[in-house]
Every structure is written in C-alpha cells, then in structure tokens.
T-cell receptor
Framework: AQKVTQAQTEISVVEKEDVTLDCVYE???????LFWYKQPPSGELVFLIR??????QNEISGRYSWNFQKSTSSFNFTITASQVVDSAVYFC?????????????FGKGTMLLVSP | KAGVTQTPRYLIKTRGQQVTLSCSPI?????VSWYQQTPGQGLQFLFE???????NKGNFPGRFSGRQFSNSRSEMNVSTLELGDSALYLC??????????????FGPGTRLTVL
C-alpha cells in the first residue's frame, strides 16, 4: 500500500521568511510520481509540480523549489521569501503503477499561514 | 482554456436523501476522477471514469456511484445519505486514462452538507 506523510499540520511564518514543507512517502512501486498541490480557501486544488521516480533533480520555479531524495523517500517543498498569498493548505501526493497512475494518494496536508 | 467545472458548488441535504453531483472536465480531457475530502479522513479517491467506463474504484460503499457521458462529463451519485457523507467532493480531469501518467487538474469542488 502507498502512504504519504506530512508531519507538519500547521506552520506559521512572517512574510519574507523561508519555509519548508516536508513530505515522506512509502511505496513498493519502482515507478511512481510525486506531486504537490495547493488548496487556497476557495477549495480548488491547484497543481504545482510533478516528479517521476527516475528524476531526482531538484527543481526551482520562481520562489518555489523542490528537493526529491529517493534515499530518504522525501519530496520537500520550500517557499523562499514567503508572501501572504502563499497562505493555503499544501498537499503532497503519490501515484504509482500498481494502483493506477490516476489514483492519487494524498498526505493530510500542511496548513501554511503567512502573516504580514 | 476553461478549467474543470463542478455544479452545484454547495448542497444541503437531509439523511436518507440522494444527491447527484456534476463535473465537466477540461476540454479535450477524457478521464475524470472523483475524490472525497473530509477533515477526518483527508482526501480519498472514489473512482475514475474513462470512455464512459469505470476504470478504477476506491474503498467506498456501493451507495457511491458514478457515470460518464460520451462528452466526458461525469456525474456521481450518493444514495441514502448519511451524516458522514458531508464533505467536499472534488473532481479531477486528465487527458487520458489510468494507464498514463498525466497530471490531474482539479475543479473547485462541491460542498455537500448532510443534516
């Protein structure tokens, strides 16, 4: 069975601070995909990034960066110079070949509160 | 390109009733998946439809059902509503089926409240 653990339930930071959201996963699949989604108060899940299990290169997109480490089964997400608009719940998710790639297993989410 | 749309956005029902939720995928997307989000259980996969056929199903009772139409629009139905069915129901679409690795794009959800 697949499992995604986001140990941080809630994080509060002040604007311009850097913040890292942790994600640890478990899977027996050799081929799998990892995702991060953002859920603002409106409720819609907004896609942020997807990585496959064969690509451990870190990725940077503006103020966002992701660190994928297969050795520790982690896929952490860092927001640099956080802004109030970053306040949302962030979900890490996993899909694999055995469960069907369209079946996402989500973590419980981390609520990020960025205050001015 | 318009995103995934879900109707209605809010619903209030009473126990024992049934409800139908609708989802229109992104134009050109053929796969539709449904998820239930509750404070206690988080986000859980319900089922996936592709080419009008259910391709994958999560661990939910038979009261939860769905279908997909030839234009890829999908509906999910919950019969004999229980208080525990109160949740945000999210629909996601992707270009192809569960055999592919396409990213899923989510709609705004339908918030169902069962009284």
């Amino acid at each position: 069975a697949q499992k995604v653990t986001q140990a941080q339930t809630e994080i509060s930071v002040v604007e311009k601070e850097d913040v890292t959201l942790d994600c640890v996963y478990e899977t027996r699949d050799t081929t799998y995909y990892l995702f991060w989604y953002k859920q603002p108060p409106s409720g819609e899940l907004v896609f942020l990034i997807r990585r496959n299990s064969f690509d451990e290169q870190n990725e940077i997109s503006g103020r966002y960066s992701w660190n994928f480490q297969k050795s520790t089964s982690s896929f952490n997400f860092t927001i640099t110079a956080s802004q109030v608009v970053d306040s949302a719940v962030y979900f890490c998710a996993l899909s694999g070949i055995n469960s069907g790639y369209s079946t996402l297993t989500f973590g419980k989410g981390t609520m990020l509160l960025v205050s001015p | 390109k318009a995103g995934v749309t879900q109707t209605p956005r809010y619903l209030i029902k009473t126990r024992g009733q049934q409800v139908t939720l609708s989802c229109s995928p992104i134009s050109g997307h053929r796969s539709v998946s449904w998820y239930q989000q509750t404070p206690g259980q988080g986000l859980q996969f319900l089922f996936e439809y592709f080419s009008e056929t259910q391709r994958n199903k999560g661990n939910f009772p038979g009261r939860f059902s769905g279908r997909q139409f030839s234009n890829s629009r999908s509906e999910m139905n919950v019969s004999t509503l229980e208080l525990g069915d109160s949740a945000l129901y999210l629909c996601a679409s992707s270009p192809t089926s569960s055999g592919s690795t396409d990213t899923q794009y989510f709609g705004p959800g339908t918030r169902l409240t069962v009284l």
